[in-house]
């Protein structure tokens, strides 16, 4: 059922007890900013490290006001939704979602909103084609309407582009993708419940390896020789080394 929070604080505590369509791309292995293992800890130990960069802040300040001038040029009726919550019970994903608009061709729709810097969008957005973590957020919260019931019959992607060029990005409802949500999830949960953490990604895990292991201070003599984690990541920084010194070989 679709939860209205009267503050920001209740809407983000309720958010720690699911699977969020912000985070489903770090579930699925697709997010540049957070991995599937930081995922994993973060819902395990209940503590979200939401901490909010210049660039969320003023996303989240100029949100609405995008919105607005979205739906103003297309001729859509507009509803904010951004203290709102939808879960799904049986695979604990929920999707918070930005607008809801009424289009007089295809009817009530999500649109999800993005502000974009000009750079940002030559290197990560096509003409066609937003970020894939991106179009996944958006499926997310497709999905759960449809299992919900609501009437959403279409969603889209509003970006907008340095300041002064909006970009609309249409989307169906994906199945097939809303499956494999569920699935992921659940499989997530139950790893949690089994206290069986995923791999480690080392390109942006480091942080969060030294929290969980602790500094090793210069001087000190640590035994690691019966350990399998640490076993592990040898192992998996030999493959990643040995995978890179391929190229070379093959040149020589």
Avoid at 22 to 37: C, D, H, M, N, Q
Avoid at 42 to 49: C, R
Avoid at 72 to 86: A, C, H, I, T, V
Wanted: proline residues 5%; hydrophobic residues 35%.
């Amino acid at each position: 059922m679709l939860s209205t929070f009267s503050s920001e604080s209740e809407w983000l505590e309720i958010r720690k007890n699911y699977v969020t369509s912000t985070e489903i791309a770090a579930l699925l292995g697709v997010s540049p900013f957070k991995s599937r293992f930081s995922l994993w800890h973060e819902k395990k130990s209940g503590v979200t490290d939401f901490s909010e960069n210049d660039r969320m802040k003023w996303g989240r300040r100029l949100q609405n006001v995008i919105a607005a001038g979205i739906a103003e040029d297309q001729g859509w009726q507009d509803e904010d939704l951004s203290l709102m919550f939808l879960p799904d019970e049986a695979s604990r994903v929920g999707a918070s979602m930005d607008c809801k608009v009424v289009c007089p061709n295809r009817g009530p729709g999500i649109l999800e909103i993005k502000n974009v810097d000009k750079m940002s969008a030559a290197k990560y957005w096509d003409e066609d084609e937003a970020p894939v973590y991106y179009e996944i957020q958006l499926q997310t919260q497709l999905h759960l309407a449809r299992k919900e019931g609501l009437d959403i019959q279409f969603g889209a992607i509003g970006a907008l582009i340095g300041g002064n060029e909006p970009r609309l990005y249409f989307r169906e409802y994906d199945p097939a993708i809303g499956e494999t949500i569920e699935q992921e999830a659940r499989s997530f949960w139950e790893s949690i419940a089994n206290d069986t953490p995923p791999k480690p990604d080392y390109s942006i895990d480091g942080p969060l390896l030294l929290k969980l292991t602790g500094p090793i201070l210069e001087g000190k003599e640590v035994d690691l020789s019966d350990s399998n984690r640490f076993q592990s990541w040898i192992s998996e920084l030999e493959r990643i080394a040995a995978a890179a010194e391929e190229p070379k070989a093959r040149v020589q």
